[in-house]
């Protein structure tokens, strides 16, 4: 497993994606913590709200997505301006 680097984003009041564009170029996967608010995520195509989508904790243990669960990942803040906290890595298993 190789450590690729880190991007952070603060999450207002708006659906938000991580663009490939933004990424890495050889990243696989992904830890995703978020340290503020806690945020709702939906991977199927739809946008998440204050009360539908999955559900994470802010300072919680960080979880793992591959790079194409990422791009498919929209975002919504419980309140606004929530810290997403990303770290990047290649080569390892989810």
Do not use: C, W
């Not at 659906?15 to 696989?28: D, H, L, S």
């Not at 830890?31 to 300072?59: F, S």
């Amino acid at each position: 497993m190789t450590y690729l680097g880190y991007l952070q984003y603060t999450i207002t009041d708006a659906v938000f994606r991580v663009f490939r564009a933004n990424m890495p170029a050889n990243a696989t996967h992904v830890d995703v913590q978020v340290e503020t608010h806690n945020v709702r995520y939906r991977m199927d195509g739809g946008d998440p709200t204050a009360t539908k989508g999955m559900l994470l904790i802010a300072q919680h243990d960080p979880i793992t997505f591959s790079l194409d669960q990422l791009v498919d990942a929209r975002f919504f803040a419980a309140q606004n301006d929530a810290i997403l906290n990303l770290h990047f890595f290649a080569g390892r298993d989810v």
